[in-house]
């Protein structure tokens, strides 16, 4: 289909800025020679582009969404409706306090559940996005060990199943990522951690339940050799969803989390977001919170020996009241959530394992993993194929390729708003298309065949990259 | 208690069952006991949708909603077109994740593209990506960009926000880069002071400053982007989106890279975000742009179509060597900027650039009029520095009639905003509240 600049024609365009009704007066600088190029074009015209490529997207609203490791649940109404209120958005972030006091009031509220979910003492609003979040908490750990003069601490250890997030946030807070194996059973490998602990750690970074939709069994011991060693814990909460309400990260040994409320809380992901990542702690790191925090539900102050800030003023605050909103509606009975995303997950890992390789075959959290590879070494039908024929049943794919743990991964992660004949539709296009992977495995070579364009060559966009339209 | 879970009891224990477990506690007997939580958790009873709606409707009645604001300081409050929220709202936007899955999300990869050729031709630049979170995390990875074995001390003007530069800082703090302001005199960055800390640093880097500044002045770019260059490092411009519809761009300037705060493309106020950074660059330094790029390619047929690419710079490939750790960023708000920037069109680019630059500037000679002086000579777009005898007495009188007034700095000084939204009629009746008041 034709860009919005194709359909550009000079001299067409939407009247929208009144007449000036005071003297017309710019600034007297140097004279601006070259013009943006933007469209021209009416508002009808405007609305079915959009319409159009609204129609070559899918959302959780088009269909089945099984993608591992994001959470495509269900994204209430009710949360677009209340962060639409005026009363929130149409707030200056630098309006006097006593002017907001419904929205400080609303994030001290939504502090508190998220504490009671996770065990901490404090939640920061600060991070827009999970490795946001990430970064923040890893700059919290950072600034703990320099306060206590241990700045020597420069390590931080990732499980190979880790997601990419983690050694790269690792990076951005200055810190060496090593990588500890994973074993035979899909879990930190408890020797190998051992190993790699030691005066130099300045904490983990864990998943759990992991990549693998795993529940580490021996996390207890693991954070207690972790703190032993003078480490620190940090909890990646992406697969916090598997376990809201039945385990708090806190209790188990850890220190630092942070969660994505695009992903357990229901706020809708925007085709890339935004999320809003809030990063909780336990006590002794709220010296170290940064932008301003608020315990008494009106004064918002600076920690005293704050990071800093993350984002230019409080993170994303409309994504924050829709999971408040979530949250009210929900309300204590959390471990609903968790009950029956990890009854999907393991209900579609029954009804395939007959035919599919499951990667570590045993009871699986919120998401289960299936190793494509020996049907690959037999068939040269990789999971990036099944992936493509699953477009043709209207299914959003997997999570592919990923964890790297895992060979011809397909990640899959059902959430707990799927009803079971969805999930028995997916089970029976899986089926099928592993039927065609020996019948006839060019059909699935050639997937997909009904989506608007066909298979699309990544490495020609890679090599000869075209980022923008060329005008003429 | 609310619910989105669409399973009844009986069929879940029946699913349970049927795949060989009694019920959910013989489920859930992975998790280790000591692991679990002991008891209820302290949360209240869940809502039905009714009790939620007037729950934190009540919550948003508890705030002000100004009804004429003079205050931007980092969120300007633009007119939002009617068809930005229509389009925007379309569910098969806002419900999609990440385009991992091209063939079935061209609709999102292709806005992202046509919203990266309209950054790209808004800063003047080659290229864009498609977006970060705020402006000013968008300014510390640009800074970042900036950084090699060589090179890592970054510069700022003093007359940056602190909002900014606080970002800056903290992003520095982790990866331990040395941050050094250049004092500002009269409300502009000291060129001769940055010439000389320049020179005396070979590990120089970049230096950003902002456009129009914080006291709302365009600084004499041409010198400042000289300066920065004459000592081999990058000049970085953190720019008003709108303001480029009466300034040179950055790329006209010569600039290495454009950043900037994007909400007022179409974004609301927001309490604060989600807001939109934006980042534009040389095609050389395509290789260090932190974030998502898209870009064209072909299917199999030889169709044009969109992928998410140079893919190798991310961390889900490059792990701890990628050039950035963003994985979300704020592609929903980027859609709003493109449909904003669709609207308006040319035309109106440069129509709300001048409606800004002629109500700030009425503004300020009435302003002076009753005495409340502009504090700095520098020429000015949408903001401006002016004396008052009493910010806080004024703003307490402004904010009885509804009026949100500037925001009250250092020395007793305001920072006024205008935009188009600020009517004569609107300018007026501030200065009517501030001669009763004094």
Known sequence: ?472 | MGTFIPNTREEQLKMLKEIGYKDFDDLFKIIPDEAKVKGELNLPEGLNEIEVDRKVQGLANKNVVFRSIFRGAGAYNHYVPSAVDAIAGKEEFLTAYTPYQAEISQGILQSIFEYQTMIAEITGMDIANASLYDGASAAAEACWMCKDRKHSTIYVSGALDWRILEVIKTYSFGRESKVVVIPDKDGVTDADALRKALADDPEASCFLMQYPNFYGIVEDVDELCKATHEADAKFIMYCHPLALGALRSPGEVGADIAVGEGQPLGLGLEFGGPYLGFLSTKEENMRTIPGRLIGETVDTKGDRGFVLTIQAREQHIRREKASSNVCSNEAWCALRAGIYLSTIGPKGFEEVATLCSSKAHYMADELGKIGMNLVYGGEFWNEFVTTCPDAEKLNAALEERGILGGLPICDGNILWCCTELNSKEDIDEVIAAAKEVF
């Open chain 1, 1 to 472: 289909m034709k860009l919005i600049f194709e359909k550009s024609i000079p001299g067409r365009g939407q009247d929208i800025f009144p007449k000036c009704d005071v003297p017309v007066k710019m600034p007297n600088v140097k004279a601006k020679e070259i013009k943006a190029r933007l469209p021209e074009i009416s508002e009808n015209e405007m609305g079915r582009h959009y319409t159009a490529l609204a129609k070559r997207a899918h959302g959780v609203n088009d269909g089945f969404y099984p993608l591992g490791s994001c959470t495509m649940k269900h994204n209430p109404r009710i949360n677009e409706k209340m962060a639409n209120l005026p009363g929130f958005a149409k707030l200056h972030p630098l309006q006097p306090e006593h002017t907001v006091q419904g929205a400080n009031e609303l994030i001290t509220e939504l502090e508190q559940f998220l504490c009671e979910i996770t065990g901490m003492d404090a939640v920061t609003f600060q991070p827009a996005a999970g490795a946001h979040g990430e970064f923040a908490g890893l700059l919290l750990i950072k600034a703990y060990h320099h306060d206590r003069g241990e700045a020597e601490r420069n390590e931080i250890l990732v499980p190979d199943a880790a997601h990419g997030t983690n050694p790269a946030s690792a990076t951005m807070a200055g810190y060496k990522s090593i990588t500890i194996k994973s074993n035979e059973n899909g879990t930190v490998d408890i020797e190998d951690l051992k190993a790699h602990l030691g005066p130099k750690t300045a904490g983990l970074m864990l998943t759990n339940p992991n990549t693998v939709g795993l529940f580490d069994p021996n996390i207890m011991e693991i954070t207690r050799l972790v703190h032993e060693a003078g480490g620190l814990c940090y909890y990646d909460g992406a697969n916090l969803n598997a376990v809201i309400g039945i385990v708090r990260p806190a209790d188990i040994g850890f220190d630092v989390i942070h969660m994505n409320l695009h992903k357990t809380f229901s706020t809708p992901h925007g085709g890339g977001g935004p999320g809003s990542g809030p990063c909780g702690c336990k006590d002794f790191l709220m010296p170290f919170l940064p932008g301003l925090t608020c315990k008494d539900g009106k004064e918002y102050k600076r920690a005293e020996k704050s990071i800093g800030n993350l984002t230019g003023f409080y993170g994303n605050f409309l994504v924050n009241v829709k999971a408040y909103t979530y949250l009210l509606t929900i309300g204590k009975d959390v471990a609903s959530l968790a009950q029956n995303a990890v009854l999907n997950a393991n209900y579609m890992q029954e009804k395939l394992k007959d035919i599919y390789p499951i990667a570590f075959d045993t009871t699986c959290m919120h998401e289960f993993v299936i190793g494509l590879d020996p049907i690959y070494r037999k068939t040269h039908v990789s999971a990036l194929d099944v992936a493509k024929a699953l477009l043709d049943y209207g299914i959003h794919p997997p999570t592919i390729y990923f964890p790297l743990i895992v060979h011809e991964a397909l990640m899959i992660e059902p959430t707990e708003t799927e009803t079971r004949e969805t999930l028995d539709e997916a089970i029976e296009a899986f089926r099928e298309i592993y039927d065609r992977i020996f019948n006839s495995p060019e059909s699935v070579q050639q997937a997909p065949q009904t989506t608007p364009v066909l298979r699309l060559d990544d490495t020609r966009a890679a090599r000869e990259p075209h980022l923008r339209y060329t005008f003429d």
